[in-house]
Structure formats: structure tokens, C-alpha cells
């Protein structure tokens, strides 16, 4: 735990704020989009590191949902 006292409260604190952040933008953006229950998935996901489940949304949710709104059939 040496490490972690070297590391600035500032840091420490916006850190936090950019994981609660991003956690509650994909909740709240998944729940627009009608995904149910999958939204509490996205969320609680998103607390847990930046950028990867940020990452996955977008080419998981945001680019499967404009693909298929741009489908030509």
C-alpha cells in the first residue's frame, strides 16, 4: 500500500468521479436504448475500469443498434 499513498488526493478523486461517470452515462444511455436489464449490467460494469467497458458499449450496443437502423433491404 506504499504505492497508494504516493498518489495525489486529486488524482485519487477524479479518477473516481470519471469512473462514476462513465458508469452512469452506459446505465442511463442503455436504458434509453430498451436494453432492460442489460442496463444495470452496463453500469455496474462501467465503475470498474476506463475505457474498456466504455469501449465495449460502443462496439457492442452503440454500433449493433446503428447498423441495424442502417440496414438496405
Known sequence: MKELQDVPYWLLGGIAVALLLQGTLLF?????RG??????????????????????YLL???????RKANRKF
Do not use: E, H, Y
Not at 28 to 32: E, I, S, T, V
Not at 60 to 66: E, G, I, K, N, R
Open 60 to 66: 457492442f450496443v452503440v454500433l449493433s443498434d446503428w
Open 35 to 56: 436494453k432492460g436489464k442489460m442496463a444495470w449490467f452496463w453500469g455496474i460494469w462501467g465503475l470498474t475500469g476506463i475505457p474498456t467497458p466504455l469501449i465495449c
Open 28 to 32: 442511463r444511455n442503455a436504458q434509453k
